[in-house]
């Protein structure tokens, strides 16, 4: 059997595995790999950007929190990095919109990125899931547009 599986692999090659499975928080998903934070940041806006949106904003988080910790006299750092990349869709926005106007809560899209203090070269990247309660079905299906489109950039920048 040793000698089987050996043969196939050499064949066919390695079996590729999805390295990077999302955990689903409830409200937040989140993905990590292993992967510098620069080269994390820039997968994700290369991501962004490759589906034909435009970033808006980059958020230095942990820059922030770093910052007030001082001076509020919180030294703990939490983490080695961290940022929040925004961008928007036009058609996607205004899909959503348009199914539910309360949805705008949820414009800009955004994807925080953040490698943990002592945890160097581990990188997650995290979003909160798009999802209004009792919404009709065409906002159930446009919200699931946008989930799927959350997934496609978190895992890409953690690759």
């Given at each position: 059997?040793?000698?089987?599986?050996?043969?196939?692999?050499?064949?066919?090659?390695?079996?590729?595995?999805?390295?990077?499975?999302?955990?689903?928080?409830?409200?937040?998903?989140?993905?990590?790999?292993?992967?510098?934070?620069?080269?994390?940041?820039?997968?994700?806006?290369?991501?962004?950007?490759?589906?034909?949106?435009?970033?808006?904003?980059?958020?230095?988080?942990?820059?922030?929190?770093?910052?007030?910790?001082?001076?509020?006299?919180?030294?703990?750092?939490?983490?080695?990095?961290?940022?929040?990349?925004?961008?928007?869709?036009?058609?996607?926005?205004?899909?959503m919109v348009e199914a539910a106007s309360t949805s705008l809560v949820f414009?800009?899209?955004?994807?925080?990125?953040?490698?943990?203090?002592?945890?160097?070269?581990?990188?997650?990247?995290?979003?909160?899931?798009?999802?209004?309660?009792?919404?009709?079905?065409?906002?159930?299906?446009?919200?699931?547009?946008?989930?799927?489109?959350?997934?496609?950039?978190?895992?890409?920048?953690?690759?």
């Amino acid at each position: 059997m040793k000698y089987l599986i050996i043969a196939l692999l050499t064949v066919f090659g390695p079996v590729p595995v999805q390295a990077n499975e999302p955990v689903d928080l409830g409200h937040v998903v989140v993905y990590s790999g292993e992967t510098s934070f620069a080269d994390a940041k820039e997968n994700l806006k290369f991501a962004v950007t490759n589906l034909g949106m435009v970033i808006s904003d980059e958020l230095h988080l942990s820059e922030m929190l770093d910052r007030t910790g001082k001076d509020l006299g919180l030294t703990k750092r939490v983490y080695a990095q961290a940022e929040t990349i925004a961008w928007c869709s036009a058609s996607l926005s205004r899909k959503m919109v348009e199914a539910a106007s309360t949805s705008l809560v949820f414009c800009p899209f955004a994807v925080s990125l953040y490698e943990r203090e002592g945890e160097p070269g581990k990188v997650y990247a995290a979003f909160r899931k798009p999802w209004l309660g009792e919404a009709g079905d065409e906002a159930r299906a446009v919200m699931e547009e946008v989930e799927a489109m959350y997934h496609e950039v978190a895992a890409a920048a953690v690759e």
